[in-house]
């Protein structure tokens, strides 16, 4: 069932982001969050270094809170796989202003390169169309990221998945800060809302 | 202390949900997220009628302490609604909400602990104050209507005026016996 995919994660993600404008991003932990910051560091940037599962639903509580921007939750296979449930419940409220973009290694990156479910078999576009995703799509080259790029900026009817397949690999690590609460208070002054 | 306490009372210890609902409406709650409890229906309902408040049903209790986490980055309050039983499945996503200092009010009605007649429950209700206390919430208990609107009031100035992680647990006694 393996379709490997010879994209390398960091040229993917930063074709992906390179015109995001003032779109929000929320990454998942592991490699996903390093992949974030060597775009570049930025006060509309949140890393999440645990919470696994909860990085596409903590983009919901956020494009809710904040429905005239888009917000974008950039995460990975093992992290999407953990938060199944999540895709459901954000595809009954279908917010319009939420994409999730799945980093595809299909491997535990961050534990020693275990295989994933998603080299198995497991269509994480498949159960997001079934849970009435207005959008979902598979790419495996940078063409394919520079159209999504060009895609995801346009409006949407609903939330959107897409999965970007990339080479199983761990590229040198791009750490963010580790403070939960300066990348909080930093995000929350982003979008005008004074430090308690 | 004869007439017209007897009767006000009366009123607010049939009706704390709509109390509750008031008292967060009051404190600006914008969304709320829920996996449905008996004790909770009516307050699920007051809140899905409410074109202002964003409410999400979930699958699993956890993606409410994310959602929570979200709405407080773009500036919103949020209330999570579950029965003892969903604590369990929130412990890991409570570490976001406890090393971000992000405010978190959670409502627990408890099963399994007076007059509960499925054993199943009763471990879960056990382990739902020392494992919430473990992953550094702070915990309130409420065993009346009166004691509940006050307990709430206070927990959401705690949560959101001083970036607390709050439980609030709702007594099975207060909730009453479960209909069959």
Redesign the interface.
């Known amino acids: 069932m393996s379709d490997s995919s010879q994209l390398d994660r960091r040229a993917a993600v930063a074709a992906l982001l390179r015109n995001r404008g003032d779109t929000?991003v929320?990454s998942g932990l592991g490699s996903p969050t390093y992949d974030l910051h060597a775009t570049g560091d930025r006060d509309d940037n949140?890393y999440?270094w645990?919470?696994?599962?909860?990085?596409a639903?903590?983009?919901?509580?956020?494009?809710?809170?904040?429905p005239a921007k888009r917000v974008l939750a950039l995460t990975g296979d093992g992290e999407q796989l953990m938060?199944l449930?999540?895709i459901?419940?954000i595809g009954?409220?279908r917010p319009r202003n939420l994409d999730i973009v799945v980093i595809d290694n299909q491997h535990f990156g961050e534990t020693g390169m275990q295989a994933s479910h998603t080299g198995r078999g497991v269509d994480l576009t498949a159960i997001a169309a079934a849970c009435g995703f207005a959008a979902t799509g598979t790419v495996r080259s940078i063409a394919e990221v520079e159209r999504l790029a060009a895609q995801i900026a346009e409006p949407a009817d609903g939330p959107r998945l897409f999965v970007i397949k990339v080479v199983a690999e761990n590229p040198p690590r791009s750490l963010p800060s580790r403070d939960?609460?300066f990348?909080?208070n930093r995000?929350?002054a982003h979008?005008?809302?004074a430090a308690? | 202390m004869h007439s017209p306490q007897p009767n006000l009372e009366t009123r607010t210890s049939d009706d704390w949900p709509s109390e509750l609902y008031r008292v967060l409406k009051a404190a600006d709650v914008r969304q709320m997220s829920y996996v449905p409890d008996a004790g909770h229906s009516q307050l699920i309902r007051l809140f899905s009628a409410d074109r202002d408040v964003t409410t999400n049903v979930l699958t699993s209790e956890e993606e409410g302490v994310a959602i929570a986490v979200g709405a407080w980055l773009g500036g919103q309050r949020s209330v999570l609604l579950m029965q003892s039983s969903g604590v369990g499945n929130c412990i890991n996503m409570l570490s976001l909400s406890a090393i971000g200092r992000f405010p978190l009010l959670m409502l627990v009605t408890m099963r399994g602990e007076w007059a509960e007649f499925n054993p199943w429950q009763v471990p879960m209700s056990r382990a739902t104050q020392p494992s919430l206390e473990a992953i550094g919430l702070k915990v309130m208990r409420a065993e009346t209507p009166e004691d509940l609107i006050e307990t709430v009031e206070a927990a959401a100035a705690l949560a959101y005026e001083s970036d607390q992680q709050i439980a609030v647990l709702i007594g099975q006694r207060l909730i009453g016996k479960k209909k069959w």
């Open positions: 929000l929320v949140f999440l645990g919470a696994m599962g909860g990085a639903l903590m983009g919901l509580g956020l494009a809710q809170a904040q938060g449930g999540g459901a419940t009954v409220v939960a609460v990348i909080k995000f929350r979008l005008g809302f308690a």
